[in-house]
């Protein structure tokens, strides 16, 4: 468990409730007086907020200061409903970008550095945040913003840019087209900070590799600030993520309730020095867990696991939480698979049963292969399932993506 000043979160707990109209409206219909918290085992039982409530608090429900104190808003793309807005105050500016240039420093990123910005400006929270944080460091900040890859390819060579920030499809896109046209000995890229989609480690390895570049994933979410709340470093074993603005717990999606570090489930952010938008509990709906113990690169600062999917996404079979990331880990674990499979969940003679099928490449021995993964399975997650091992080519592929959870229970 993260360490910290109870006083600390307490007082940010104080400030939200008595200063975000949110939160007076959210505490008073749960019966909770933030007075009686005065445990950590106290703060864990106040409720949660989502994205859902804070859509209700729509324009401007959120904001804690007074309008003189607000200097701008960012806001989440909303696909259904009302998007979420947060205000910021110049002190929250700030903290962001504090917080990102110490990302960038995180990553080995100077002040001799010069960072190609190509995430989106305006109302959501990307290229701003990846500038600040730049301009924090005192490094040169390209801000070409997305898209306009001619115009991206030629400054990188003219002005000799040495860092991208992109999402991982724009970093891929760009990659190809740099080994298309034969200017990568042109290109002086030495690291990409790659942030807001999840992706795969063969993606990863394909654009380090295509780029010659060491690559970090970043972190974060518009109600929280936006990116640059996470990052890897050199050791790239999870994210260090920043404990002197946020307080970070790992919670069972279904129950709730906190798990200890090292356990997967939803992660849950309270923020602690917010001051136009304070935050408490709140989800994300992002899978990870807290790494155990301190990184070898001499760091104090907590980690956290990659995202490994979203809670929407999870299944629950004999009582343990499987979440697509941990079925994905072991398909590549065990050797001989591709990379498909499907997961079929019966409930028979009163108990859950799960099928794991997958396709065995020519050569390698099914029976091998299917005791492989069940081994790993039991190993890693802790059920005990079954496996059926099909030829290449056995399970259906899709142009859009793959139904790959087949639940039998409710029937
Ligand atoms: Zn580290």
Redesign the pocket.
Known sequence: MQNIDFAELKSALDYAANNSSFYKKLYAEQNVNVDTVKTIEDFQSLPFSDKYDLRNAYPLGLQAVPDEKVVRIHSSSGTTGNPVIIPYTANDVDAWATMFARCYE?AGITNLDRIQITPGYGLWTAGIGFQAGCEKLGAMAIPVGPGNTEKQLQLMQDLGSTVLCATSSYALLLSEEINKRGIRDKIKLKKGVIGSERWGDLMRARIAEDLGIELFDIYGLTEIYGPGIAI????H??M?YWDDYFYFEIIDPATGKVLPDGEVGELVITTLKKEAAPLIRYRTHDLTRIIPGK?????S?P?IDRIIGRTDDMIKVKGVNIFPGQIEDIIKSVPGLSSEYQIVIAHTDGKDTMTMRVEVEPGADKDTVAAGVITTFKAKIGIKIDCEALDIGGLPRSEKKSKRVFDYRED
């Not at 990184?295 to 760091?299: A, D, I, Y």
Request: net charge negative; proline share 7%.
């Open positions: 995180t890897d470093c050199e050791c074993d999870g260090h990184c070898p690169c001499g760091s600062y980690r």
